[in-house]
């Protein structure tokens, strides 16, 4: 079945740097990918998705990129603030039923003042 | 935001029987029952689609779930086991022959002593 990876596991940042999380899958029929952030002890929400036609999708300081062939993602984060301290998860969705989502291993990301 | 509200938030438990509530204010036609289990991704557990359940198989008969309407949906757990403390998330998405994000509950943090 679907796979997604994320790398890193874990980062930590100063305040106002950008970051980097990589996702990729295996099952080449996944053809939308939300992102979701999760605050310590809080529910999962939306913040960014891109579906398989697609190479690129931006969302105020959210760059999301997507290489169909390399069956890899990446998240941009620009000018990190502490509030973007959480865990990002990357999902996959296969075909055009949204009940056949794997969800990415997560990526905690720590920003200090 | 109380678009998807369940209930109760905390729940500590012996060999009891519990139910979980979940209720969307959405107008969504399908709900899951996910399991997180300790900072790692969410595993779908159920999904009713138009009130039809969709079962993941590897979880436990113990865990039983119901959908009285298309906008509730019951968790219904008999003789819970020290494995079942996760935090359980309701989540939403409006299906349409296309996937959607997914909106999550704040969950339903369980603790089995």
């Known amino acids: 079945g679907e796979q997604v990876e994320q790398l890193p596991s874990s980062l930590i940042v100063q305040e106002g740097a950008s970051v980097l999380i990589n996702c990729s899958y295996t099952?080449?029929?996944?053809?939308?990918f939300p992102w979701y952030k999760q605050e310590p002890g809080k529910r999962l929400q939306f913040i960014i998705d891109?579906?398989?036609?697609?190479e690129r999708k931006q969302n105020q300081r959210l760059t999301l990129l997507f290489d169909k062939k390399t069956k890899h993602l990446s998240l941009h984060i620009t000018a990190t603030q502490p509030g973007d301290s959480a865990i990002y998860f990357c999902?996959?969705?296969?075909?055009?039923?949204?009940?056949?989502?794997?969800f990415g291993t997560g990526t905690r990301l720590q920003v200090s003042p | 935001n109380t678009k998807i509200t369940q209930s109760p938030r905390y729940l500590i438990l012996g060999r009891a029987n519990k139910s979980l509530e979940c209720e969307q204010h959405?107008?969504?036609?399908?709900m899951y029952w996910y399991k997180q289990s300790a900072e790692k991704p969410p595993e779908l557990m159920f999904l009713?689609?138009?009130?039809?359940?969709?079962r993941n198989e590897t979880v436990p008969s113990r865990f039983i779930p119901e959908c009285p309407d298309s906008s509730k949906l019951l968790l219904h757990i008999s003789a819970v086991d020290p494995e079942d403390s996760a935090v359980y998330f309701c989540?939403?998405?409006?299906?349409?022959?296309?996937?959607?994000?997914?909106?999550f509950g704040h969950g339903t943090k369980l603790s089995v002593l």
């Open positions: 099952d080449s029929a996944s053809v939308y």
């Open positions: 891109i579906r398989s036609n697609m």
């Open positions: 989540a939403s998405s409006l299906r349409q022959g296309t996937n959607e994000r997914l909106f």
């Open positions: 959405l107008g969504h036609n399908a």
């Open positions: 999902s996959a969705s296969i075909g055009s039923n949204t009940d056949k989502v794997v």
């Open positions: 009713y689609n138009l009130k039809q359940l969709i």
